[in-house]
């Protein structure tokens, strides 16, 4: 790619499309460099929203991602609708045509929505302005209702508390986090929860809200009716790939590309110059089964969106993306990290669980094998485990 030609345009202003950005440029791009955008922001960083933003700790400078200095023609509050693969070009809503020589995929995941009619105090919870509003709303009195205690359901619950608010948290699950992490570290999150003064109900579904023009509570799967002013649905995230409908790609609920972040066709070979990053994508990966993985982390988007740039200005010399996992999550002062892929596990070994400590350490195998480590404010053992996990995928061939 050079400078004259059509350039690179990187469609998702987040995480993995600003760190492609700078990846570029660092090595060596000088051509235009177009970024596109639905929301209307620069780029911005989601873990502090529910974090220190919410907590009210920090104001928003806390979530900023750097992209002075690199070049970049913004096309900010427009949605990418279609791509061209034959024709090089993205079209815009609004019917605006940006043609290209290089392409990011970047475009991240949307919050699963609640499915059915709801009140106006029921959203969901991924941008900035998601924030803005909740940030406003909490610790003036009003109560709480977060639907699914996953990570982002339990670090809004925890947050919310610090703010004095009530909160009910609500899980269909026997334990939070259970299907990623497991029964006993999903026990020692209820178990934080509930210090915190968390109403936490398992087992259970919201069933249906009350209130026709203003929440006013919602009614339980057991009968039970919880009362809230408002109330967060967190039910997970899903790979944002609907503007790639009938463009040849590989979709199988994310972008599907090979170990070097190229996307797919439909016939399974790479398409040259278009590459993919962050949570959109499903990679492959060797620990991860025949389908891949998608990785809603921070990490993955930054180590894929550095592979992604790379590879698109070097085709001839395809770097490979297969790291170790990892991921954090802040609760109530327990820092909360994992390695690897525990939700692959078939059998944890504890070696410490003390939710009045603070202190968790687990690790996940599977037949046999180390395959990821949980730990709560334990970052020597973490260090640890990432190390035994990096070596073992080194003695996986290529
Ligand atoms: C509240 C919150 C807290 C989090 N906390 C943690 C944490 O503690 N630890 C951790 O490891 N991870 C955390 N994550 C996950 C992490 O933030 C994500 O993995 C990361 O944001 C992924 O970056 P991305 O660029 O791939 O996607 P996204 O951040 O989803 O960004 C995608 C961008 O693409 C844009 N877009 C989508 N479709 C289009 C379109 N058709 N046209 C134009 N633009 C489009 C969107 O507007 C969006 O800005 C958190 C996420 C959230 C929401």
Known sequence: MTAGDAGIVVVGASLA??????????????GRLTVVDAEP?????????????????????????????????????RRARRLDVPG?????????????????????????????????????????????ALRHRLGGG?????????????????????????????????????????????????????AAGVSLRTRTRVGSFTGDH????????????????????????????GWLAGAGLRINRGLVCDRHARALGTDGAPVPGIVVAGDVARWPHPWAG????????????????????????DPAHPATYRPVPSFWSDLYGVRLRAVGFPAFAD???????????????????????LVGALTGNRPGRLAAYRAQ??????????
């Not at 203003?214 to 790939?241: C, F, H, K, N, Q």
């Not at 025949?290 to 698109?312: F, I, K, M, Y």
């Not at 410490?352 to 690790?363: K, Y």
């Open 88 to 132: 090089r070009t993205v079209e815009l809503d609004g019917g605006d045509v940006l043609p290209f020589t290089g392409l990011v995929v970047a475009t991240g995941s949307a919050p699963n929505p609640w499915p059915g009619t709801h009140p106006p105090e029921v959203g969901v919870f991924r941008t900035l302005d998601d924030a803005r």
């Open 17 to 30: 499309g600003q760190r492609a950005c700078a990846a570029l440029r660092r090595h060596g791009y000088r």
């Open 41 to 77: 922001h620069l780029p911005y960083d989601r873990p502090p929203l529910s974090k220190e933003l919410l907590a009210a700790t920090a104001d928003e400078s806390a979530a900023a991602l750097p992209s002075a200095g690199l070049g970049i023609d913004w096309v900010l509050g």
């Open 142 to 194: 009003d109560r709480l209702l977060v639907i699914g205690a996953g990570f982002l359901g339990g670090e809004l619950a925890a947050a919310a508390r610090g703010r004095g608010t009530s909160v009910e948290l609500v899980e269909a699950q026997p334990q939070p986090l259970r299907s990623a992490l497991g029964p006993v570290a999903g026990e020692f999150v209820a178990a934080l929860h509930r």
């Open 290 to 313: 025949p389908d891949g993985a998608v990785l809603g982390h921070w990490t993955h988007a930054v180590e894929q969106a550095e592979v992604a740039a790379r590879n698109l200005l």
């Open 214 to 241: 203003r929440l006013t509570g919602a009614i339980l799967s057991d009968g039970t009716r919880v009362a809230a002013d408002l109330a967060v649905v967190a039910l997970g995230a899903s790979p944002r790939t």
């Open 347 to 369: 059998t944890v070994e504890v070696h410490e669980n003390d939710p009045d400590g603070g202190r968790l350490d687990i690790a996940y195998r599977r037949d046999g094998e």
């Open 389 to 398: 996990l990096a070596e073992a995928l080194g003695r996986v061939p290529a």
